[in-house]
């Protein structure tokens, strides 16, 4: 099989459950109670915990296209080295993965792309995760020779796997690690006015309307890390509950939110 063979890329409703499903998992909030996909949407899920119906809106805050760096497809040394790793792990057997490898050097040419691919791929293997799981690694998770991130190449800042239920080919690619976004008060209010107007066709319906924000789930370079002035802004809403979700580490904030939607 060819080293640039494209993996059947994962569907909304795919990606969906696996971002409810890793935040129910993470949430201490509603004890392990499962979430329904609803057939008709909004909301995208429901949840009853404790004789209580809420409904759950997801929506993504930001995709990987538009803030992200991609080199899935470029004649590049870390294109080279995302198509041997996927060929490295073919050949040990491993099971179709989603990879996005975060650089954070540009040192990734000449005789360090070999190396480069064969510990990316060793890696891999050490934490190959279940479907419907998500990992991500970084040096603080790796122990050799009697010590925490030892043997971690300097090259890498983390690696994110991700396995999806039905994946028949390897999809891995490299991102820029570089672009993060601190104060994203604008970003998390536009969100939420986006989803505010559906809220009239079914809240009379729940008990409790929560919204779910989540950066896009398999590229680092499109992750938001609020920071202490964006988590401890108020928001505009009508949800009786909104939290923001990164899907890689489990990170869950809630948002504090104040009835109407006036900006």
Not at 88 to 106: Q, T
Not at 148 to 159: A, R
């Amino acid at each position: 099989m060819p080293a640039n063979s494209r993996a059947r890329k994962p569907s909304t409703q795919e990606l969906e459950d696996a971002f409810i499903s890793g935040f129910l998992k993470h949430s201490d909030l509603l004890d392990g109670s499962a979430a329904s996909r609803l057939a008709s949407d909004p909301p995208d899920f429901e949840v009853t915990h404790q004789g209580r119906r809420i409904a759950i809106e997801l929506t993504e805050v930001l995709k990987a296209d538009e803030h992200g760096s991609s080199l899935k497809n470029a004649e590049s040394s870390r294109g080279w080295i995302c198509r041997e790793v996927a060929d490295k792990l073919r050949s040990r057997g491993i099971r179709p993965l989603w990879i996005s490898v975060a650089f954070s050097s540009d040192n990734t040419t000449g005789n360090r792309r070999d190396s480069l691919a064969e510990q990316i791929a060793a890696i891999a293997v050490r934490h190959d995760p279940a479907v419907g799981c998500a990992i991500e690694v970084r040096w603080q998770d790796e122990f050799s020779g009697g010590e925490w991130g030892k043997s971690w190449p300097v090259e890498l800042h983390s690696i994110h796997l991700l396995r999806i239920e039905g994946m028949d080919e390897f999809e891995v690619s490299s991102s820029d690690i570089g672009w993060q976004q601190g104060e994203c008060r604008e970003i998390l209010q536009a969100a939420i006015v986006r989803k505010e107007g559906d809220l009239i066709r079914y809240a009379p319906r729940y008990d409790e309307t929560w919204l779910l924000l989540v950066a896009e789930g398999i590229a680092p370079s499109s992750f938001l890390d609020p920071n202490a002035e964006s988590r401890a802004h108020e928001y505009a809403g009508s949800f009786t509950r909104a939290f923001f979700y990164l899907h890689f580490g489990g990170k869950i904030v809630e948002l504090r939110l104040r009835r109407g939607c006036d900006g």
